[in-house]
C-alpha cells in the first residue's frame, strides 16, 4: 500500500513518468514504458498534493570531438574507437561565476593531455586547458577564491599533482606535487581547504588561501605496501551539517570518517564492496555510496546505514554522483549499462533511467540552467539531462456497489487507490490518470464480491460497480419421528455454485 486515502471526495493524485525515446522508467522490478509517447505507469510514484510529476530526457548532447550540438540521446563517436584524437572525458566541476564546467581527461595523446571547458550557456567546447600530465581526476571549484583544483596523475604514472587552474585566464597557476597517485577531492568551505585522496593509504590537505600541503592524514593502519586492493582512499564527500568528510575507502568495503578538525580518521561504516562514488544530500542528511552493484545510504547524523539500493538490471554498476538540490535527486551513472538513474532523496527509489554514452563518468548538476551534465568517456561526448515538470489529468473514477444491505461497510484497497477505509455504501470516488488498476475489494461477512478485480482508466466517462452477493449456505436438519426408524433429511438452501469468499 503506497498511500492512504481519506473518504468520498479526495483526490488521488498518481504520479507517473512521460516515456520518450531514450527513457526506460523502472519501479524496483522491472522495465516499462513505451517509446513512442505517455504511458501512465501505477505504481512509479505517489503524489499527493499536487497535480505535477516529473519526466526526464537527455536534451542533448554536446560531441567535444566537432564540438556539436545533437538532440536527444548520446551519439556515435564519429570517427571509431581509436581514432579519433580526443582524451577520454572523465571528470567535471562547475564554475558557479563562470559559468563554466572543467572536464579532465583520461588519456595521454601526443605527449600532452587536456582539461576541456565547456560553457553552459552555450553548450559549447570554449577551450582546452594543457596539462603535462597522464590521467585526469576529480575537479572541485572554490568559489572564495575563484579557482579550480584539477587531481592528475603524472606521466610516469608513479605520483600525482593538483592543479591550480585560474576560470578567467583558462591557466595553470600552480602545481603541487602530492607524491602519490590521486583522484578524488572534497572542498571544506569554512576552512578553505581541499582534501585530497592519495592511493598510498593518506588524504592530502590543501591550504587554499596558500595553495601549499597543510597536512597529510594516515587512513588505515592495517595498509599493507603491494596490496592488490589497498585500503586507499578513492573519492571524498564532505557534511556541513556535521563536519565530516568522508572517503570511500575501494579494497575495504567501507567510508571513512574523517575530522576536519583534528585531521584524524575516527570511524569507519561498512557497505558494499568496491565502494567507489560518494554524494551528500544536505535535504534529507543522508551520502549514497556506489558499490559494485549496489548503491548504500549512509545517515549522517547517526552514521549509520540507512538502506542499499539494489535491483539496479543486469548490467548496474554504479559509479558517480551529483545532487539536484531542485528536485532532491540524486544522480548516479551506470558504467556497466550506459545510463544514469535518479534516485528520489525523500524514499530512496530509482525514478528514471536514462540511456547516455557508452562509458558515462563524471556527473555534474547545472544550478544556472537546471540542468545535469553528465560526462561520456566514450564517445567523447557531453549529454545533457533536463528534468521538466508537466501536468498529468486525472479523472474522477465512480466505483459503486450493489448487493449490499443498508448499513453495510465495505472496503477497496489498491497500489494506486490506497486504502479507502470504512464505506458505509454509497459510491467511492478515486482520482485516477489512465491506466488499468488492481483492486482488493473486502465486503461484510457472509458476501462475495463480482469476479472482476482490476480497472481500466480511459477518460472522464470510466465508473465501475461492484457486485456482492451473499456466500452459499448449506443447512443440515434432523428429525425425529417416535416409534419409527429416525432419519436425517439435509436441506439444501440457497445453493448456488461455488464463489470466491472476501476476495480470495
Given at each position: 500500500?503506497?498511500?492512504?486515502?481519506?473518504?468520498?471526495?479526495?483526490?488521488?493524485?498518481?504520479?507517473?513518468?512521460?516515456?520518450?525515446?531514450?527513457?526506460?522508467?523502472?519501479?524496483?522490478?522491472?522495465?516499462?514504458?513505451?517509446?513512442?509517447?505517455?504511458?501512465?505507469?501505477?505504481?512509479?510514484?505517489?503524489?499527493?498534493?499536487?497535480?505535477?510529476?516529473?519526466?526526464?530526457?537527455?536534451?542533448?548532447?554536446?560531441?567535444?570531438?566537432?564540438?556539436?550540438?545533437?538532440?536527444?540521446?548520446?551519439?556515435?563517436?564519429?570517427?571509431?574507437?581509436?581514432?579519433?584524437?580526443?582524451?577520454?572525458?572523465?571528470?567535471?566541476?562547475?564554475?558557479?561565476?563562470?559559468?563554466?564546467?572543467?572536464?579532465?581527461?583520461?588519456?595521454?595523446?601526443?605527449?600532452?593531455?587536456?582539461?576541456?571547458?565547456?560553457?553552459?550557456?552555450?553548450?559549447?567546447?570554449?577551450?582546452?586547458?594543457?596539462?603535462?600530465?597522464?590521467?585526469?581526476?576529480?575537479?572541485?571549484?572554490?568559489?572564495?577564491?575563484?579557482?579550480?583544483?584539477?587531481?592528475?596523475?603524472?606521466?610516469?604514472?608513479?605520483?600525482?599533482?593538483?592543479?591550480?587552474?585560474?576560470?578567467?585566464?583558462?591557466?595553470?597557476?600552480?602545481?603541487?606535487?602530492?607524491?602519490?597517485?590521486?583522484?578524488?577531492?572534497?572542498?571544506?568551505?569554512?576552512?578553505?581547504?581541499?582534501?585530497?585522496?592519495?592511493?598510498?593509504?593518506?588524504?592530502?590537505?590543501?591550504?587554499?588561501?596558500?595553495?601549499?600541503?597543510?597536512?597529510?592524514?594516515?587512513?588505515?593502519?592495517?595498509?599493507?605496501?603491494?596490496?592488490?586492493?589497498?585500503?586507499?582512499?578513492?573519492?571524498?564527500?564532505?557534511?556541513?551539517?556535521?563536519?565530516?568528510?568522508?572517503?570511500?575507502?575501494?579494497?575495504?568495503?567501507?567510508?571513512?570518517?574523517?575530522?576536519?578538525?583534528?585531521?584524524?580518521v575516527f570511524g569507519n561504516i561498512s557497505v558494499g564492496s568496491t565502494p567507489r562514488g560518494i554524494v551528500y544530500d544536505p535535504v534529507n542528511y543522508d551520502l549514497y555510496v556506489s558499490n559494485s552493484d549496489t548503491i548504500s545510504v549512509i545517515n549522517t547524523t547517526s552514521n549509520t546505514l540507512v538502506a542499499t539500493i539494489g535491483n539496479l538490471g543486469k548490467y548496474g554498476e554504479p559509479a558517480y554522483f551529483s545532487f539536484d538540490p531542485d528536485t532532491n535527486q540524486i544522480y548516479v551513472d551506470g558504467q556497466g549499462y550506459g545510463n544514469v538513474w535518479a534516485i528520489n532523496g525523500s524514499d530512496n527509489k530509482i525514478v528514471a533511467d536514462l540511456s547516455v554514452g557508452l562509458i558515462p563518468m563524471g556527473v555534474t548538476y547545472i544550478p544556472s540552467n537546471k540542468e545535469v551534465?553528465?560526462?561520456?568517456?566514450?564517445?567523447?561526448?557531453?549529454?545533457?539531462?533536463?528534468?521538466?515538470?508537466?501536468?498529468?489529468?486525472?479523472?474522477?473514477?465512480?466505483?459503486?456497489?450493489?448487493?449490499?444491505?443498508?448499513?453495510?461497510?465495505?472496503?477497496?484497497?489498491?497500489?494506486?487507490?490506497?486504502?479507502?477505509?470504512?464505506?458505509?455504501?454509497?459510491?467511492?470516488?478515486?482520482?485516477?490518470?489512465?491506466?488499468?488498476?488492481?483492486?482488493?475489494?473486502?465486503?461484510?461477512?457472509?458476501?462475495?464480491?463480482?469476479?472482476?478485480?482490476?480497472?481500466?482508466?480511459?477518460?472522464?466517462?470510466?465508473?465501475?460497480?461492484?457486485?456482492?452477493?451473499?456466500?452459499?449456505?448449506?443447512?443440515?436438519?434432523?428429525?425425529?419421528?417416535?416409534?419409527?426408524?429416525?432419519?436425517?433429511?439435509?436441506?439444501?438452501?440457497?445453493?448456488?455454485?461455488?464463489?470466491?469468499?472476501?476476495?480470495?
Amino acid at each position: 500500500m503506497l498511500s492512504r486515502l481519506a473518504l468520498v471526495g479526495l483526490s488521488v493524485l498518481i504520479s507517473v513518468m512521460m516515456i520518450v525515446p531514450g527513457i526506460a522508467l523502472y519501479d524496483g522490478t522491472s522495465f516499462e514504458g513505451n517509446a513512442n509517447g505517455p504511458s501512465a505507469l501505477p505504481g512509479v510514484g505517489l503524489s499527493e498534493s499536487n497535480s505535477s510529476y516529473r519526466y526526464y530526457y537527455p536534451m542533448s548532447t554536446l560531441s567535444l570531438y566537432n564540438n556539436s550540438i545533437f538532440p536527444g540521446n548520446s551519439i556515435s563517436r564519429p570517427h571509431g574507437y581509436f581514432d579519433a584524437p580526443l582524451e577520454k572525458p572523465e571528470m567535471a566541476a562547475y564554475d558557479t561565476m563562470n559559468h563554466n564546467l572543467y572536464i579532465s581527461s583520461s588519456e595521454f595523446v601526443g605527449g600532452s593531455a587536456y582539461i576541456y571547458v565547456v560553457n553552459t550557456s552555450t553548450n559549447s567546447l570554449v577551450d582546452k586547458i594543457s596539462i603535462t600530465s597522464f590521467q585526469g581526476g576529480d575537479v572541485v571549484y572554490n568559489p572564495a577564491d575563484n579557482e579550480l583544483y584539477a587531481a592528475v596523475k603524472t606521466d610516469s604514472g608513479k605520483s600525482g599533482n593538483v592543479l591550480v587552474i585560474n576560470p578567467v585566464s583558462n591557466t595553470v597557476s600552480k602545481e603541487i606535487n602530492i607524491g602519490t597517485t590521486v583522484f578524488g577531492e572534497v572542498l571544506v568551505p569554512d576552512k578553505n581547504q581541499v582534501f585530497v585522496a592519495g592511493e598510498d593509504n593518506h588524504v592530502t590537505v590543501i591550504n587554499c588561501s596558500t595553495d601549499t600541503i597543510f597536512r597529510n592524514i594516515t587512513m588505515s593502519s592495517s595498509y599493507v605496501s603491494g596490496d592488490y586492493n589497498p585500503p586507499s582512499p578513492f573519492l571524498l564527500a564532505y557534511s556541513a551539517a556535521t563536519d565530516v568528510v568522508y572517503a570511500t575507502m575501494y579494497g575495504r568495503g567501507t567510508v571513512s570518517l574523517i575530522s576536519p578538525v583534528n585531521y584524524s580518521v575516527f570511524g569507519n561504516i561498512s557497505v558494499g564492496s568496491t565502494p567507489r562514488g560518494i554524494v551528500y544530500d544536505p535535504v534529507n542528511y543522508d551520502l549514497y555510496v556506489s558499490n559494485s552493484d549496489t548503491i548504500s545510504v549512509i545517515n549522517t547524523t547517526s552514521n549509520t546505514l540507512v538502506a542499499t539500493i539494489g535491483n539496479l538490471g543486469k548490467y548496474g554498476e554504479p559509479a558517480y554522483f551529483s545532487f539536484d538540490p531542485d528536485t532532491n535527486q540524486i544522480y548516479v551513472d551506470g558504467q556497466g549499462y550506459g545510463n544514469v538513474w535518479a534516485i528520489n532523496g525523500s524514499d530512496n527509489k530509482i525514478v528514471a533511467d536514462l540511456s547516455v554514452g557508452l562509458i558515462p563518468m563524471g556527473v555534474t548538476y547545472i544550478p544556472s540552467n537546471k540542468e545535469v551534465m553528465l560526462v561520456n568517456e566514450e564517445p567523447g561526448t557531453v549529454s545533457i539531462i533536463k528534468p521538466t515538470l508537466s501536468v498529468m489529468p486525472v479523472y474522477p473514477v465512480p466505483i459503486t456497489e450493489d448487493g449490499l444491505p443498508t448499513g453495510s461497510v465495505w472496503y477497496i484497497n489498491g497500489s494506486a487507490t490506497g486504502d479507502s477505509g470504512p464505506i458505509v455504501r454509497g459510491t467511492y470516488i478515486a482520482y485516477l490518470s489512465n491506466g488499468t488498476y488492481t483492486l482488493t475489494i473486502k465486503g461484510p461477512a457472509g458476501f462475495v464480491y463480482s469476479e472482476t478485480d482490476k480497472m481500466a482508466v480511459n477518460g472522464i466517462d470510466s465508473s465501475f460497480q461492484i457486485v456482492f452477493t451473499p456466500i452459499a449456505e448449506i443447512y443440515n436438519i434432523a428429525i425425529a419421528t417416535s416409534g419409527i426408524i429416525a432419519f436425517i433429511l439435509t436441506v439444501y438452501y440457497l445453493t448456488k455454485r461455488k464463489q470466491r469468499e472476501g476476495g480470495k
